[in-house]
């Protein structure tokens, strides 16, 4: 029998339809100043890709993109900022108490690395993690990177007069 807390792959359709919204809150990498941010998440009709935009990122005023897509049991990653070179990346998503995991190696500041992007529950919400594991330190945990609160735009608008 599966122990209830140890975390089990996500159906990415799941996943990409949790997601989708317009979001607003704000994001910092570790020892900056928090920024506000809006976030559009689009998943498609076949609930195969997720698209995800973010209206600035932590290095320029630039907004970045997120392209997510089921590749088999994987999760592909395309990444584009406008500036620095699109960067790929494949990933297991999984699922433990309603947060969604995406686990993959890669390369972060030219360093190889586990990179982790988690998506935690967060009052009507999300609380985006991006946390790394480098795989050339002895370090045994995952180091914060940066957060994106995503938090849901509000639908109402000011009366008209």
Known sequence: MPISSWAEKADFGDFCTALAGHWQGSA?????????????AI?????QQLLV????NANHNFSETWWFR?????????YFDGVNEDKSQSFSLYR???????LGEGELNKRPALIQLRFE???????????VQYLDDDTERYLFYRGIEMMPVSLHKAPRS
């Not at 433990?96 to 995991?101: D, E, K, L, N, R």
């Open 28 to 40: 910092a990498k570790l020892k900056q100043e928090p920024m506000q941010t809006s976030v559009q």
């Open 121 to 131: 529950p967060k009052d009507n919400g999300w609380l985006w993690l991006q946390n």
């Open 96 to 102: 433990q108490y309603g947060s969604y995991t995406l």
């Open 70 to 78: 089921r590749r088999g049991e994987a999760v592909f990653l395309i």
């Open 53 to 56: 935009s973010v209206s600035r």
């Open 43 to 47: 998943c498609s009709t076949d609930k």
